[in-house]
């Protein structure tokens, strides 16, 4: 009988349990975010033209590498070598204006090699940061139906421990009682 | 009957703490929205708000050095590119609007570009000196402006007797839906643009 009702009381809080995850599994993101367009944000040569284009895709990459959750310390590296990236096209501008095109040249092929080598890095960035917040998330949320299976179950044997200890309060004095009316009756 | 009122009990105490946390963690987990901006500031020689000008006069002669701070702190919760342009305008040229977010006509004298992270602020000397006015009759134009130690020239701007120039910082932030750079910054539907003037006067020019 105890048994049975043991069984019961597990199966039922089996049940409630599944219930909540499955409710609170819609709330857990599946996806990772798309890719925004790439842009081309200034008039210049062609060789500014692609590496500001470049430029931008770093940018646009390293942003959505932070909403997904990535680490900042890693993301402060990545906006360091941009910072590299806009410093050699400045650099670049300048050479073009004291005429030293191939030295400008030169610096626009390092900056773009430098924002393409920052798009990759930042793509698994966010691919960690995803997976992160997904598995923080999960966890979270799946600690709920734990919690809530402690404070049921320290709910219930607060309960019956009181119950039991309220009954024997009673018992006692109840006995205490038949004994004082016995001693009155001899 | 008493385990099925047991179970009933432990069963309301479960179903009512997983709300109570369901919705804490909700809470918890979705970030709020928040006003995002960026702030721009320009102080003068002692990085305070005050001591705009060389002795405390606007009216600044060709060769005199004078030091400025600019700086901007993004709060727009997120990387941001950022450019500030400096333009010299007189007190004719159109100044940026804040209601069509259009920015001034003025000539650009330099622009400085950097990647901020969120919360992250950029402050860098402004430095300025009035290399060569030229007059015509009453009009002085400023014609060379060193800035940071780049020799700039300009053949656009002048005033009346040299009074009221004036520097002009516009804040240009890269858009991510159009991959433009763009004045002011998109905030939710909102557009939002942020620029600081200092006035000054150009006294003294040498006579050409």
Redesign the interface.
Known sequence: MWRH?LR??IG??GV?LVA?VL??SP?IPCEAPVL???????DAGDGFDVAREEF?KA??A??EA??SGAE?IQ??LL?ER??LV?GMI?RAEQLVGRGEVEEAAVQLRRSVEVSREVVEKAAVLREEGTRSTHYG?ML??G???V???L???M??FS??WLRRREVERIMRSEIREGKGAREEQR | MR?SE??A???T???C??VV??TL??V??TPRPREEFFQIYVLGETRMAERYYPGNNPNIPAGQAVKWHVGLTNFMG??Q?VAIRAKLGNSTIKAPSDVDHIPSPAPMLMDF??????NETWEFPFVWMIKEARTNGDVVRIAVLDLNGVEIRNGEVSALKGRNFRIIFELWT????????VFGWRAGAERRVAWLQVWFNATSPRPT
């Open positions: 009702g019961m009381k039922s809080l409630m909540v409710m609170t709330c925004g367009p790439s842009s081309a944000y200034l931008g940018v646009l390293v942003r932070e909403a900042p993301l402060g906006v941009l910072n806009v400045g998330r979270s949320f600690m709920v139906p919690a809530s299976l404070a049921a179950l709910s219930h309960w019956r | 385990i047991d179970l009990r432990a069963a105490v479960f179903i703490v997983t946390l369901s963690t909700y918890a987990l997120s990387i590119y570009r950097r990647v901020l992270m969120n890269l858009d991510s839906e159009s991959g433009n750079e």
